[in-house]
């Protein structure tokens, strides 16, 4: 099993960054994939960044080039550096965590065979 603790979401101004950081604990060694997702209650959930274990990433149009996805291995954390923000950045932010078995093909940034959820943190950005 695998336990993920999001912190660091809040109130940010338009233009502002904010650091969402994701702790992983239980059998991190079984996991392959990390996504950073959003949602709100009009469009649902939205994949915002991924990064494999080869460091691979890959992020969303809406936020590539402001946000950052990234890992520290030593202290088993998922970070989310978010800059020059916007309102439309305002949503409920979650890490979740794919195992290797469950990698089966490119899903892309969908939420598919992520068993592993973090609680969400919420993230505010006023203009």
């Known amino acids: 099993q695998v336990q993920l603790v999001e912190s660091g979401g809040g109130s940010a101004q338009s233009g502002g960054s904010l650091r969402l950081s994701c702790a992983a604990s239980?059998?991190?060694?079984?996991?392959?994939?990390f996504t950073w997702f959003r949602r709100t209650p009009e469009q649902g959930y939205e994949g915002v960044a991924r990064?494999?274990?080869?460091?691979?990433?890959r992020y969303a149009d809406s936020v590539s080039g402001r946000f950052t996805i990234s890992l520290d291995k030593a202290k088993n954390t998922l970070y989310l550096q978010m800059n020059n923000l916007a309102p439309e950045d305002t949503a409920t932010y979650y890490c979740?965590?794919?195992?290797?078995?469950?990698?089966?093909?490119?899903?892309?940034?969908?939420?598919?065979?992520?068993?592993?959820w973090g609680q969400g943190t919420q993230v505010t950005v006023s203009s």
């Open positions: 979740a965590a794919r195992p290797a078995r469950l990698e089966r093909r490119d899903y892309g940034l969908t939420p598919t065979n992520y068993p592993y």
């Open positions: 239980g059998a991190t060694s079984s996991l392959d994939t």
């Open positions: 990064l494999d274990r080869n460091g691979r990433t």
